[in-house]
């Protein structure tokens, strides 16, 4: 027999996994109480994991839980130093030609790029309505 049609052994771990999702379901509606039972005596005396798997296998699956991310604090916090830092050593009139310029070029790019990015927006959005659809 090769290898990979072996069934694997189950653990403790596996067999309360399976059994913590046929309770999930019950509690959902999905098995009545006989059922759980029966599943339950199953599964604790299921030998490989196929034998836990076709416990569960009509049944659908968990939701995925994404973890959960922390605001970047740390990130926000550097940036504002950064911010208090520059506004220190750089003289306020080079701070506000600098901001000027910026905002210059980014007008004048908008103005010279339009003909490139009005068509553009225009194909994006039509291509998200009819992806929609």
Do not use: N
């Not at 653990?11 to 999930?24: C, G, P, Q």
């Amino acid at each position: 027999m090769a290898i990979l049609q072996r069934d694997v052994r189950a653990s403790d771990h596996d067999r309360e996994t399976a059994v913590a999702l046929l309770k999930a379901h019950y509690a959902d509606g999905r098995l009545a109480e006989d059922e759980l039972a029966w599943r339950t005596d199953a599964a604790y005396r299921a030998v490989g994991i196929r034998q836990l798997a076709r416990l569960t296998s009509d049944l659908p699956a968990p939701p995925r839980q994404r973890p959960r991310r922390r605001p970047p604090y740390v990130a926000l916090g550097i940036l504002l130093l950064a911010i208090a830092a520059w506004l220190a050593a750089v003289p306020s009139e080079l701070t506000i030609g600098l901001i000027a310029l910026v905002v210059a070029m980014g007008m004048v790019a908008t103005f010279l790029l339009a003909p490139i990015w009005i068509p553009a927006l225009l194909v994006f959005v039509a291509w998200r309505v009819i992806r929609a659809r």
